[in-house]
């Protein structure tokens, strides 16, 4: 027959051939090489269809013992037993794709020179007796065992309980001494969870090529056997006294090594059952680290979307298929004011846009709001994000009315020019001399305007591009005082001016021109917010490094929580009716650019009652809040312009308790 014929002693080939039991013998790469007239009766294949194949004959589930055992045969030291072999009651396919109980007695197989060949086994047909039932009985119980230990790890997902669980259910189901589990590290590997060794070895490592795990990954092999002290005398388990056998078996996860499973064992001996155990929870042990990784993946991927949620400037709030908040930033608390508390498991507190569209609307705070929502399609959850957009509605806005008032305000003076122009150009030989004059006087006052509001846009313009630009150098504050307060004495009848400057008043550091303007503009607002004119009174002190330049008038005043807000580009105090004096807001906006500038300070602040004239802030009077606080001057002058304390003038100016104080702070020079 074919497959007999590969034993070449004829008496052989004959006990092989009459055997009543069914003989089988594979090479080192598992493919048939005997397969006797027993073993074509007892599975259903021929002799032809097995020699050079791997029988098809072992089930799925009982592969690690058909492994477990012919590894134990490779490393079984020479003596130990009597008969050389290992018999084990199992079960095997026939063709037709039953399963028959058969015991089975594995030896190796050797040439004459004791090089390895293979391995043989004499298949013999059993019944249900007694040593059967038993060993049955305790392969069933140790499935059992297993099955439990598979279910509490794949119940456990965090990894290094994980590991340690995993290392106990080896040494409790192999009875091996001790226990580790190594991971796979590129290169190298490290003892990552351990039992019955020293604690120092924790997290200890070795290259991976040389190591048992390199020899048995290159085996193609899933467990292995080593034996014997050369061998395992330089392993970093070799503290472990009396140390004789190490037992491996690989974990994958997504199909590719991630460790290996090593049972130590110094006193009991290794057997094929030990191995067939350490192999499958080598296998469950994968699927359990793959779970607990898997899991740590997505807890680590929760925290940095969390961190991203917490962290972002917008608010975000996760809904729920109901539509109910299961998330809510910080940035949605200090937006909404809605604590986290009383937003988590309700509805959101605000109208949600469609999906994909942007919706806009201001919140009962005041505050404006842009929000979109967008669909999370892996858990069907909703994300809505809502921004703070009040600074660009406030800006809109502040351009609208930029656009409408700048437009007033060039529309009068060009009509007022073309007007009288017209008039000049028409009828000059009719007007009288004083008449042409008088037209000429208002077209060169309307031009003045006209320049003043261009240079307040130019400025203005610069000042928004932060393209302001200033020298520092020490000049004379008193000289831009005097020639900017001359320069405004005669501009009304109704406003007296009054310029109080320090005798000892030192040199001030900073931009000679930038400061023309500032106080210029001050000068123009105090006459311009007292339509009923009075006492502008200007001084200047020295406080400290600091000089202190205060104007206060006696006009209609400026409305509480204004007092900062009318700097602003664009804004115009609201007291009484200042909309009706004009302007395009620019100019005190200007005024704090410059002066900031310069490294000064520019504050706004509600002038004194009965000291309209000399009302003041003390120097260095910050509060803590950067404000300052007013006291009252010295010397009260008596306001011989205005005869209406107790009420209006009749151009709605001053009244008591009314007026401005805008202090100024520059720097001396040193």
Request: hydrophobic share 40%.
């Amino acid at each position: 027959m074919a497959d007999v014929n590969h034993v070449h002693d004829p008496i052989a080939r004959a006990v092989i051939e009459s055997a009543a039991d069914a003989i089988v013998a594979v090479d080192q790469r598992h493919r048939v090489t005997v397969w006797n007239p027993a073993a074509e009766r007892m599975f259903g294949w021929t002799a032809d269809e097995m020699v050079g194949r791997v029988p098809p004959i072992v089930p799925d589930e009982l592969k690690a013992e058909h492994n477990a055992v012919q590894e134990r045969l490779l490393t079984r030291p020479a003596g130990e037993g009597e008969s050389g072999q290992i018999s084990i009651a199992t079960r095997r396919f026939h063709r037709d794709g039953r399963l028959i109980d058969v015991r089975i007695d594995t030896s190796l197989l050797q040439d004459p020179s004791g090089t390895l060949l293979g391995w043989v086994g004499v298949y013999h047909p059993v019944d249900e007796d007694e040593v059967v039932q038993h060993y049955m009985t305790e392969r069933a119980r140790l499935v059992r065992r297993l099955n439990d230990i598979v279910a509490d790890l794949n119940a456990e997902l965090d990894l290094a309980v994980v590991l340690d669980r995993i290392t106990g259910a080896l040494i409790e189901l192999t009875g091996a001494d001790a226990g580790g589990f190594v991971r796979i590290e590129g290169e190298r590997l490290r003892l990552v969870s351990m039992s019955g060794l020293p604690e120092h070895m924790r997290g200890r490592s070795a290259e991976l090529r040389p190591s048992l795990v390199g020899e048995l990954l290159r085996s193609g092999k899933t467990v292995k056997l080593a034996t014997g002290e050369r061998r395992l005398g330089d392993l970093i388990w070799s503290e472990l006294s009396g140390l004789h056998t190490i037992a491996l078996g690989l974990s994958y996860l997504q199909n590719r090594p991630y460790g290996a499973l090593y049972a130590l064992f110094s006193g009991r001996k290794v057997g094929h059952t030990e191995l067939e155990l350490l192999e499958l929870l080598a296998g469950h042990a994968g699927v359990a680290v793959g779970n607990a990784v898997a899991y740590a993946e997505v807890v680590r991927q929760r925290a940095h979307e969390r961190a991203v949620i917490d962290s972002s400037a917008d608010g975000i709030a996760v809904l729920d298929h109901d539509l109910v908040v299961r998330q809510w930033n910080p940035a949605a608390h200090t937006l909404t004011g809605i604590p986290p508390e009383d937003a988590i498991g309700r509805p959101l507190p605000f109208d949600m846009p469609a999906l994909g569209e942007m919706l806009t609307f201001r919140l009962e705070s005041g505050t404006w709001l842009n929000v979109l929502a967008a669909e999370i399609e892996e858990t069907g959850e909703l994300v809505v994000d809502f921004r703070d957009v009040s600074e660009a509605k406030a800006l809109e806005e502040a351009k609208d009315l930029f656009l409408a008032t700048t437009s007033h305000e060039l529309r009068t003076p060009i009509t007022v020019v073309q007007g009288f122009a017209s008039t000049l150009v028409n009828r000059w030989d009719e007007m009288a001399d004083t008449d042409r004059r008088a037209a000429v006087a208002t077209i060169a006052e309307r031009a003045q305007s006209l320049g003043r509001l261009v240079e307040h846009l130019l400025l203005g313009s610069r000042a928004g591009a932060d393209e302001l630009t200033v020298t520092i150098e020490s000049f004379d504050l008193a000289r831009v005082l005097t020639g900017v307060v001359a320069g405004f004495r005669s501009l009304s009848p109704l406003h007296r001016v009054e310029l109080e400057v320090d005798p000892d008043l030192p040199p001030c550091q900073g931009d000679a021109m930038a400061t023309d303007i500032v106080l210029g503009q001050l000068l123009e607002n105090a006459f311009k917010y007292s339509p009923d004119g009075g006492t502008v009174s200007v001084q200047a002190v020295r406080d400290g490094s600091d000089i202190v330049v205060t104007v206060v008038d006696e006009g209609i005043g400026i409305k509480a929580g204004d007092h900062e807000r009318i700097f602003e580009r664009f804004v115009q105090g609201e007291a009484g009716d200042r909309r009706r004096f004009g302007g395009i807001g620019l100019g005190l906006y200007i005024v704090k650019r410059l002066t900031e500038a310069q490294g000064g300070k520019i504050s706004a602040h509600p002038a004194q009652n009965g000291n309209r004239d000399g009302s003041h802030m003390e120097p260095g009077g910050w509060g803590e809040n950067g404000s300052a606080a007013p006291v009252s001057p010295p010397v009260s002058r008596q306001n011989t312009l205005l005869r209406t304390a107790d009420g209006r003038g009749p151009a709605g100016g001053a009244r008591r308790g009314d007026g401005t104080c805008m202090r100024l702070v520059l720097r001396a020079a040193h």
